[in-house]
């Protein structure tokens, strides 16, 4: 009797082992969205392998093993990791390694996600925002007797092809000369009165005021001056080829500014104007239409503030969305909804804090699982995904982890301030999965270890999944 059992035993064992790593594999593969699938090779060929062989193990038990795997690697590198980081790495809302990925931490420009996915949610992709120009009266026989109005919609690409052409990565902007042309093909060729310009959509803060005031255009120009109406994202001059804020020379009166080169194109088209460019307040019996312009669509202005990072972008995106409930439009609005309708969509907000939409201030908080979050699940997810910069290619990653694996791999998007360097997106592993991932590391020391050991985890994310070679777990085969 005994000696049966024991002859039993081993086999009985194998068996009851795989059949629970077939169901163990079976929920690992569900999860990564992936169906278990039987098919039968209709050749002449046959397996020889015995039916309780560990070499009848699936493939997709390669999960558990490189599961581990990359844990190992990525928790190596995570312990090098100075002050406060945390960090989340999951497929399909599965956590393959998490490090304090619910603490609360400063996200620097990695907040611009949250602001991607509260703009999508509200407005939609195919959002557009209007500038017109309006007047009291209407023209006769060419003749406006009374002011030309231009209104800010809140559009932030409203530029001149010269100030949006010198960017490395190209992107769809709203021409301000295609609103000029229009008001030429509407027969106008005089203007006895002024072009003055209407920023009366947003309130008059230029800034968020909680910023350091190093981040005002008075200093290091991290951002343009905030209006409804805003040419050239508020810059009056700027580098030919140099694309930072830090070279240019900020509007004393964005709307005002925007007049006048209004002004300047009808000129230049044939159309005289007597009076001269102020800002102020359309009269409200200024309701004749004469010309209007569209902007981009909301996901293609949110791929210009996501590739370059734009501040100046996301803040008047954000009083647009603070207009679109209450005029006028504000900043602190705009972050209390923002806030509200992450929380509304399911999102998990307990312990973020949202205070602007670029990621200036120092004081945002965010969690690694929220970024995770906003790019692993969600309706607007594949949105913000193909908006990221990749991996030696455009944006904030063009330069890195070039000549790497990596290259072409991964896309994210970067934060830094001082003590804050973070990183979110998704990469596409050699082997064609796809991984989210969170790291931000709040600290007190070198800015460039801690940018290398974020690229290295990225480097063994990318190896995913690893394991046993597929052809040891796969069954052998007889062509006899």
Known sequence: MNFMLKKIAAPLLLFTISIFAWFNAASLDGQSGKELSFQVDETDASLITPLLSARRLPVFLQAPIADNELRNEVENLVAQLPGLSCVNLLEDGRVIFEQLSNEPVIPASTQKLLTAIALLENFGPDHKFLTKVISETQPVNGVLKDDLWIVGGGDPVLMTSKYAERYKDPFLYTDIKDLGLEIVSSGINHVEGSVKGDESLFDDMRFVDSWPERFRHTDQKQSGPISALSL?????????????????????????????????????????????????????????????????????????????????????????????????????????????????????????????????????????????????????????????????????????????????????????????????????????????????????????????????????????????????????????
């Open 232 to 480: 050239n994202a508020g810059f009056v001059r700027w580098d030919p080829v140099k694309e930072s804020n830090g070279f240019n020379t900020p509007a004393e009166e964005p709307a005002e500014y925007t007049a006048g080169v209004l002004k300047e194109i009808l000129e230049e088209n044939g159309i005289t104007v007597n009076g001269e460019t102020t800002a102020g307040l359309a009269p409200e019996t200024a309701f004749f239409e004469i010309a209007t312009v569209e902007s981009p669509t909301m996901k293609e202005i949110i791929s210009k503030m996501l590739l370059g990072s734009d501040n100046t972008t996301a803040e008047i995106l954000l009083k647009g969305l603070s207009a679109s409930f209450e005029s006028p439009g504000t900043s602190r609005g705009g972050a209390a909804i923002l806030s509200d309708s992450l929380e509304l969509s399911g999102y998990d907000m307990e312990r973020v804090e949202v205070v602007d939409a670029s990621g200036l201030d120092y004081g945002n908080k965010v969690t690694c699982k929220l970024l995770t979050q906003l790019l692993d699940s969600g309706s607007y997810a594949t949105d913000l995904k193909e908006s990221l910069p990749v991996t030696g290619t455009s944006g904030t990653l063009r330069k890195r982890l070039l000549d790497t694996p990596a290259e072409g791999r991964v896309r994210g998007k970067t934060g830094s301030l001082n003590g804050v360097v973070s990183l979110a997106g998704i990469v596409e592993t050699i082997s064609d999965r796809s991984l989210s991932f969170a790291f931000v590391t709040n600290f007190d020391g070198d800015k460039g270890r801690i940018k290398y050991l974020h690229d290295e985890i990225l480097l063994e994310m990318i190896k995913y999944p690893q394991g046993p070679a597929i052809d040891l777990l796969e069954p052998v085969v007889s062509d006899e």
